[in-house]
Nanobody
Framework: QVQVVELGGGLVQTGGSLRLSCAAS????????MGWYRQAVGKQRELVAAITSGGSTNYADSVKGRFTIFRDNARNIVYLQMNSLKPEDTAVYYC?????????WGQGTQVTVSS
């Protein structure tokens, strides 16, 4: 099973940008659908963006046009480029490999957007 580790969270001002990285172990990384989820305090975990093995992507409506998910299969890394950040983007962001039900999760990385 793939194991994943997130990097790149932090504190940023409204309108700023951050790039999250998720490094995955395993030689079959390219076969997995990879996703970024987030969980804000007092809220349920939600899907932010996902990318299939073929490169198809989907995004939560709240981040469309601001966030971009992309992957580098040669390096076993998936990225989440976050632009025009808003305070409501503040959350712990989790990387997932293989789906929310049966897949692997990272430990999460905090993203805080100050107003």
């Amino acid at each position: 099973q793939v194991q994943v580790v997130e990097l790149g969270g932090g504190l940023v001002q409204t309108g700023g940008s951050l790039r999250l990285s998720c490094a995955a172990s395993g030689s079959i990384f390219s076969r997995y659908t990879m996703g970024w989820y987030r969980q804000a305090v007092g809220k349920q975990r939600e899907l932010v963006a996902a990318i299939t093995s073929g490169g198809s992507t989907n995004y939560a409506d709240s981040v469309k046009g601001r966030f971009t998910i992309f992957r580098d299969n040669a390096r076993n890394i998936v990225y989440l480029q976050m632009n025009s950040l808003k305070p409501e983007d503040t959350a712990v962001y989790y990387c997932n490999a293989g789906g929310a039900t049966m897949g692997s999760w990272g430990q999460g990385t905090q993203v805080t957007v100050s107003s």
